[in-house]
């Protein structure tokens, strides 16, 4: 069974997308490029993996038949602080956003073994030293043995 966070740092690098593992506290730590002033199209896309849980599914017999994987993503760009409102901050990333977001779900969709049953997004502004505003996802995979 193919991991998840080595699956997601593959799906990261597919789609040129800058791509970190750890909790929220080391997320803040991530060497960012300066692109606040440029627009959306050319600015670099952050995939933070937060966390996850795995609980397996267990036949009779007591072999694992798969996986439930849950966690969450942050799909990111920077921002300025300065941004006059949090609606410029929406129609400049978050909208934009979203609709990558269905990229991101379909990589895992497409993948033998996966399947994708909750894909929540929360709009979130403004986080970390570097100032990036988003997605965080919460998502429930699962995966069955090949």
Not at 47 to 59: A, K, P, R, S, V
Not at 74 to 81: A, D, E, G, H, K
Request: with cysteine.
């Amino acid at each position: 069974m193919q991991d998840i966070v080595d699956y997601t740092e593959a799906l990261a690098a597919t789609l040129e997308f800058k791509y970190q593992y750890g909790q929220m506290h080391w997320q803040n730590l991530i060497d960012a490029l300066e692109d606040t002033e440029l627009p959306f199209a050319e600015k670099q896309i952050y995939l933070l993996f937060l966390w996850h849980d795995e609980e397996d599914t267990i036949n009779s017999q007591g072999s694992c038949e798969g996986q439930t994987i849950t966690g969450e993503l942050l799909l990111m760009v920077r921002s300025q602080l300065s941004d006059e409102s949090q609606e410029t901050k929406y129609r400049d990333a978050v909208k934009h956003l979203k609709t990558i977001s269905s990229t991101v779900r379909d990589g895992y969709v497409d993948c033998d073994g996966f399947r994708v049953k909750r894909w929540k997004k929360i709009e979130v502004y403004d986080e970390f030293d570097t100032n990036m505003d988003g997605l965080k996802i919460s998502f429930t995979i699962e995966k069955t043995e090949e």
